[in-house]
């Protein structure tokens, strides 16, 4: 079993910035894929940065050269570091894990439980 949960969400101006972390516990062998999405009001979740085990990273066209992630593996650990923030990218984010883990090292999906990004002046 492995749990992430998240951190820094919470009330911004425009312009702004915020660093969100995901810190991922239990018996964990590798992290192979890290994600963050968001979920705005009356709108469908999405897919707003990746990164993988080789670092390679992958971000919506809404928050390039804004958001960057990056990953801490001796950690267990990722990040959202969000620039230049916009009304529009008020959302709760939630924090995506591809993990091998167990006995038999088999990949398994983890979610957070979302932490509140209100951007707002």
């Known amino acids: 079993q492995v749990q992430l949960a998240e951190s820094g969400g919470g009330l911004v101006q425009p312009g702004g910035s915020l660093r969100l972390s995901c810190a991922a516990s239990g018996s964990i062998f590798s992290m192979n894929y890290m994600a963050w999405h968001r979920q705005a009001p009356g709108k469908g979740r999405e897919l707003v940065a990746g990164i993988s085990s080789g670092a390679m990273t992958s971000y919506a066209d809404s928050v390039k050269g804004r958001f960057t992630i990056s990953s801490d593996n001796a950690k267990n650990t990722f990040y959202l570091q969000m620039n230049s923030l916009k009304p529009e990218d008020t959302a709760v984010y939630y924090c995506?894990?591809?993990?091998?883990?167990?006995?038999?090292?088999?990949?398994?999906?983890?979610w957070g439980q979302g932490t509140q990004v209100t951007v707002s002046s």
């Open positions: 995506y894990s591809r993990v091998i883990t167990g006995s038999l090292r088999r990949e398994y999906q983890y």
